[in-house]
């Protein structure tokens, strides 16, 4: 099979791990790969720059905005769709594309109310408050993982285990709370088999071995798997 360039498989990469490693918390640039990812890259260049720095992006929304509330769209999605991630990612989305964190932390409450078993718009809220720094992201993202595990939920779980190790990470810095996380994501991902699962937990094993000290080459070998995947 003919090898895709690398701009292709970083593209690749990209579509398989997003949006599961840190939200746009200041001082991290909202795109950008953040301090331990720029310190990765600058010992592997040129390999795994651009594999790397894909790998752990956060995704960028381009959600359009209604004529008075820039979140009906959204309203209209969820009340369509209460049960899928896109509907609720929808708040998010228009939150970052246009700074409306508070109202939707509106919404994303409202909907929790509303739909107690529909654990998507807790993740999506824990999204929004990391991405402000708050410490309610922490229990946000537990209660989803734990909503996700008694719903059977894989991809839920996966994405909000590891999001909660990325934020014990970078945040209060707690790499064995961190590392409990990511290991327990990468087991139901593992265990789902879907591939885009997988991708998502090895790009987080590989975060937590670098917070952790573990050789950057090693790091990077883990990285490296993500390619692999179909």
């Not at 790998?55 to 004529?67: D, R």
């Not at 739909?115 to 929004?128: G, K, N, R």
Request: hydrophobic share 40%; proline share 6%; aromatic share 6%.
């Amino acid at each position: 099979r003919r090898a895709l360039p690398s701009r292709c498989r970083a593209r690749a990469v990209a579509r398989a791990v997003v949006p599961h490693s840190r939200p746009a918390w200041p001082p991290i640039a909202v795109a950008g790969s953040g301090q331990s990812a720029s310190r990765l890259c600058n010992s592997l260049r040129p390999r795994c720059s651009a594999l790397l720095l894909a790998g752990i992006q956060i995704f960028l929304p381009t959600g359009s905005a209604g004529a008075t509330d820039p979140f009906a769209e959204c309203e209209q999605q969820f009340a369509k769709e209460p049960a899928t991630y896109e509907a609720s990612l929808c708040f998010f989305n228009v939150a970052a594309s246009g700074r409306r964190w508070d109202l939707a932390r509106q919404h994303l409450r409202r909907l929790r109310r509303r739909h107690p078993d529909a654990h998507w718009p807790t993740l999506c809220l824990a999204y929004v408050e990391y991405n402000q720094g708050r410490s309610e992201a922490e229990g946000l993202f537990q209660a989803a993982a734990e909503g996700f595990r008694a719903r059977g939920v894989a991809k839920g779980e996966v994405l909000a285990r590891l999001n909660l190790g990325n934020y014990l990470l970078t945040g209060p810095g707690r790499v064995s709370d961190a590392a409990d996380q990511i290991r327990r994501a990468t087991a139901v991902a593992d265990a789902s088999g879907v591939s885009e699962l997988r991708a998502r937990a090895l790009v987080g094993t590989a975060q937590l071995m670098e917070h952790s000290g573990t050789d950057l080459e090693s790091a990077y070998r883990v990285l490296r798997q993500v390619e692999s995947f179909p």
